[in-house]
């Protein structure tokens, strides 16, 4: 029983490459969610996804795209990484009633 | 303003304190709000709703005042295990409304 699935768990890019985050989740959850943390800042919502095919911006979306092709995945892609972006970042799924929250065990990204 | 405002702390206490946190939220019309535990930079995991009429787990006891539009988590007779961030989480207008979250506010249980 996975639950929620990141990878890569860890990454270092250099500054203007470009990545893409996965994450699956097993949940049958409607709901996912793109957070990045970084010291001292608590979690910052990124993108987020109601349901299949939708996708609605967070609090620190630019540099950032996201796909949510079907129910179980929602990937979150650098196009042109920047040192800026050197960050945690957590993806997690919704379980109804809304509240509950299923993290990924989190994507280490250094940009250099 | 950020949506959602906690003091980060931190907060010093002995074991067997009793302390507690505040978290303040700028969208009135929220309908849904949590505190969640993290530990070490791990994911965030769900301690406990807010209820409107607050609720208790154990030690834990949160409350809600929609006029102020704060929450509070107070936790009774501290453990060196509480050390721990811990999150207030506010949802939106509707069911499906974002989840946003607070700074964190970081406790430290001392012996």
């Known amino acids: 029983n996975a639950g929620v699935t990141q990878t890569p768990k860890f990454q270092v890019l250099k500054t203007g490459q470009s990545m893409t985050l996965q994450c699956a989740q097993d949940?049958?959850?409607?709901?996912m969610y793109w957070y990045r943390q970084d010291p001292g800042m608590g979690l910052r919502l990124i993108y987020y996804?109601?349901?299949?095919?939708?996708?609605d911006k967070g609090e620190v979306p630019n540099g950032y795209n996201v796909s949510r092709l079907n129910k179980r995945e929602f990937s979150l892609r650098l196009e042109s990484a920047a040192p800026s972006q050197t960050s945690v970042y957590f993806c997690?799924?919704?379980?109804?009633?809304?509240?509950?929250?299923?993290f990924g065990e989190g994507s280490r990204l250094t940009v250099l | 303003r950020k949506e959602v405002e906690q003091d980060p702390g931190p907060f010093n206490v002995p074991e067997g304190a009793t302390v507690a946190f505040n978290c303040t939220y700028s969208?009135?019309?929220?309908?849904?709000f949590f505190w969640y535990r993290q530990d070490c930079r791990k994911e965030p995991k769900l301690l406990m709703s807010?209820?409107?009429s607050g609720n208790e787990d154990g030690r834990f006891t949160a409350q809600l005042n929609r006029a102020s539009q704060y929450i509070s988590l107070l936790i009774r007779d501290s453990k060196l295990s509480d050390s721990a961030t811990y999150l207030c989480?506010?949802?939106?207008?509707?069911?499906?409304?974002?989840?946003?979250f607070g700074q964190g506010t970081t406790l430290q249980v001392k012996p």
């Open positions: 997690a799924s919704e379980k109804p009633p809304p509240g509950e929250l299923f």
């Open positions: 949940m049958n959850h409607n709901s």
């Open positions: 996804s109601a349901s299949e095919g939708t996708t």
């Open positions: 969208n009135s019309a929220s309908q849904s």
């Open positions: 807010v209820y409107s």
């Open positions: 989480v506010v949802k939106g207008s509707s069911n499906t409304g974002k989840l946003i």
